[in-house]
């Protein structure tokens, strides 16, 4: 499974940056994987969900509480790349 890094926005208008791959699931099913997500704030990354769960690597969401995807400027992929080392 492939996975790249995109900027997120979701349908409530919280805007994250991760690693996303598509997954096969059943209908209503989560169906996209976050791995390692970062929420973008003030211009500040700050780790998606950190304070209820340990969790990093299989985040799952459903692709409709997805409003669009984009790939993020240079810099941010850089600032992102540096925090998940």
Same mark, same amino acid.
């Not at 208008?13 to 096969?24: D, K, Q």
């Given at each position: 499974?492939?996975?790249?890094?995109?900027?997120?926005?979701?349908?409530?208008?919280?805007?994250?940056?991760?690693?996303?791959?598509?997954?096969?699931s059943e209908l209503g099913e989560p169906d996209c994987k976050l791995i390692n997500p970062y929420q973008i704030m003030d211009g500040k990354?700050? #780790?998606?969900?950190?304070? @209820?769960? +340990?969790?990093?690597?299989? /985040?799952?969401?459903?692709?409709?509480?997805?409003?669009?995807?984009?790939? #993020?400027?240079?810099?941010? @992929?850089? +600032?992102?790349?540096?925090? /998940?080392?």
């Open positions: 499974m492939e996975s790249e890094v995109q900027v997120i926005v979701l349908v409530s208008g919280t805007i994250i940056i991760s690693r996303i791959a598509a997954v096969v990354l700050i #780790p998606w969900l950190d304070e @209820l769960t +340990d969790s990093t690597d299989a /985040i799952m969401i459903s692709s409709d509480k997805i409003l669009t995807l984009v790939d #993020p400027k240079d810099t941010l @992929l850089n +600032d992102y790349l540096t925090l /998940i080392k």
